[in-house]
Structures are given as C-alpha cells and as structure tokens.
C-alpha cells in the first residue's frame, strides 16, 4: 500500500514529464526538496508545475476482523531517517514489551516511533499517524438483551 513520492521514484518521474517539464538528467530535487508531492508549502507549487498535491491512493484493502495489521502514515521526516523494514520491526517491538494485562495504546506506538526518528537525528518536521487494527486486545462487553 505505500508508495514513496520521491524525485527519484520511477512513478514520480512519469508524473513529472506528464507535466510537460521533465526533470533533467541527475536532477533528483525540486526547488531544493526531495519531494515531488505535499500537502503545504502553496508557494512552491505555485513557483514549479511539477510539485502536486494531489495524493497517491492505492488500490483498496480488506483487512480481515482477525488480523493484528496496522496503518503508518508518516511525514518525510520520519522516512528520512526509518526505513519501512525498521518501522514494522519497531511496531511488533512496542507491542511484545506491552504486557497481556495492559494494552498498548495507538498513541504509545505513535510516541515510541517520533522518539526513535528524533533519537535518529531527523533534520525535517514529522508527523506520524498509527492505525492498530488488532482486535485481539480489545476488551468487548456485551450487554444482554432486557
């Protein structure tokens, strides 16, 4: 489900010369940025065509009632210095050091993640957004009909 929106993205590149003005040979920044795409920063993309905001949406994806899956979205300041591979390892490492008697909160995971980005040095603003779609902690209560 994830796509990157770097310069360097072979789908950011189509994108870009589908604008009519292609990067040139080894141009890997726009306007000094890495990124091809944002929400902000209206005045970039106001000064270069090829900087969007238009989000990348991925095919839809069923999550199974059962499944222990999860959802992390993350700003560039988090991807610059966490690779996907390390972000699920620290994930499942929050999750194994919560006990059975006390569930870990989404918001835990999401902490204990900008901590190891600004442990990590990140250079840029970050913003992270955890999804835990375990159900498998959740306590359901159940009130009987009268």
């Given at each position: 489900?994830?796509?990157?929106?770097?310069?360097?993205?072979?789908?950011?590149?189509?994108?870009?010369?589908?604008?009519?003005?292609?990067?040139?040979?080894?141009?890997?920044?726009?306007?000094?940025?890495?990124?091809?795409?944002?929400?902000?920063?209206?005045?970039?993309?106001?000064?270069?065509?090829?900087?969007?905001?238009?989000?990348?949406?991925?095919?839809?994806?069923?999550?199974?009632?059962?499944?222990?899956?999860?959802?992390?979205?993350a700003?560039?300041?988090?991807?610059?210095?966490?690779?996907?591979?390390?972000?699920?390892?620290?994930?499942?490492?929050a999750?194994?050091?919560?006990?059975?008697?006390?569930?870990?909160?989404?918001?835990?995971?999401?902490?204990?993640?900008?901590s190891?980005?600004?442990?990590?040095?990140?250079?840029?603003?970050?913003?992270?957004?955890?999804?835990?779609?375990?159900?498998?902690?959740?306590?359901?209560?159940?009130?009987?009909?009268?």
């Open positions: 489900m994830t796509e990157d929106h770097r310069i360097t993205s072979q789908s950011e590149r189509l994108r870009i010369q589908a604008t009519g003005e292609p990067l040139k040979d080894g141009e890997t920044r726009l306007c000094g940025l890495n990124l091809a795409r944002m929400l902000g920063d209206k005045f970039l993309k106001q000064q270069d065509v090829r900087f969007s905001s238009e989000p990348y949406i991925s095919q839809v994806v069923y999550i199974h009632q059962a499944s222990k899956g999860f959802a992390l979205l700003s560039d300041g988090f991807w610059d210095v966490i690779n996907v591979k390390k972000a699920v390892q620290l994930v499942q490492q999750k194994e050091r919560s006990s059975t008697d006390e569930e870990i909160s989404a918001e835990k995971i999401a902490n204990s993640l900008l190891e980005a600004r442990t990590l040095r990140t250079k840029d603003n970050t913003s992270i957004i955890f999804l835990d779609f375990d159900t498998t902690n959740r306590i359901l209560s159940c009130k009987p009909d009268s």
